[in-house]
């Protein structure tokens, strides 16, 4: 079955460090490809996606290609802030039955 | 208001009660979803629902059950609770023609004792 697999966390940098978040993926077909955030409290949102190889999701900063020769989808920023710690799921939808399949959560703590 | 709404935010019981989540929308959209989220296993799907009449298991369905009442409501029961169903839940919903952007309430975190 499909499945995301993504760095443990937490994840603990400080104020314009670099940030990278690994995701790989395993599904049938081509399936979409999608960052979430969830910031402390609430409930999760939709950060970038991308639907098809080699296209690039964007979003405040942060990016992520879609690789297919390496099934993944690592989220990167170039400098984080503080407004930035969060929970990260990676997630993927194949199939177009919008059956969306989570990873489980990368935590990210920004320190001043 | 929040598009995505779940009653209740909070909720302390007792193992063998009976427990209704409920989730309203007013986003407009036909799909509704039911996740629960655990600490170091991700997002699990319980239940889907593509409009009123179609209703589907997801892959962790044993021990609750769903009903939905109207295109904007989607409730997610757990006729008795145990305490392994202790976790955080959350409502989802999507529109028919996107692809796996969901919409999420703000949880409703459940403790059974």
């Known amino acids: 079955g499909d499945s995301v697999t993504q760095m443990e966390g937490p994840v603990t940098l400080s104020e314009e460090a670099f940030l990278t978040i690994n995701c790989t993926y395993t599904a049938t077909g081509y399936p979409s490809l999608f960052w979430y955030v969830q910031y402390p409290g609430e409930g999760l949102q939709l950060l970038l996606k991308a639907t098809k190889a080699d296209d690039k999701g964007s979003n405040k900063g942060f990016e992520a290609t879609y690789r297919k020769e390496t099934t993944s989808f690592h989220l990167e920023k170039g400098s984080v802030q503080v407004s930035d710690s969060a929970v990260y799921f990676c997630a993927l939808e194949a199939g177009g039955y919008q059956k969306v399949t989570f990873g489980t959560g990368t935590k990210l703590q920004v320190i001043p | 208001d929040a598009d995505v709404t779940q009653t209740p935010r909070n909720r302390i019981t007792k193992t063998g009660k009976r427990i209704m989540l409920e989730c309203s929308q007013t986003?407009?959209?036909?799909?509704m979803y039911w996740y629960r989220q655990d600490p170091g296993l991700g997002l699990r799907l319980i239940y889907y629902?593509?409009?009123?009449?179609?209703?589907n298991k997801g892959e962790i369905s044993d021990g609750y059950s769903v009903s939905r009442q109207a295109q904007a409501k989607f409730s997610l029961s757990l006729e008795s609770a145990i305490p392994n169903q202790t976790a955080l839940y959350f409502c989802?919903?999507?529109?028919?023609?996107?692809?796996?952007?969901?919409?999420f309430g703000e949880g409703s975190r459940l403790t059974v004792l």
């Open positions: 989802a919903t999507s529109p028919s023609a996107n692809t796996g952007e969901l919409f």
């Open positions: 986003k407009g959209h036909d799909r």
């Open positions: 629902s593509f409009d009123v009449k179609d209703i």
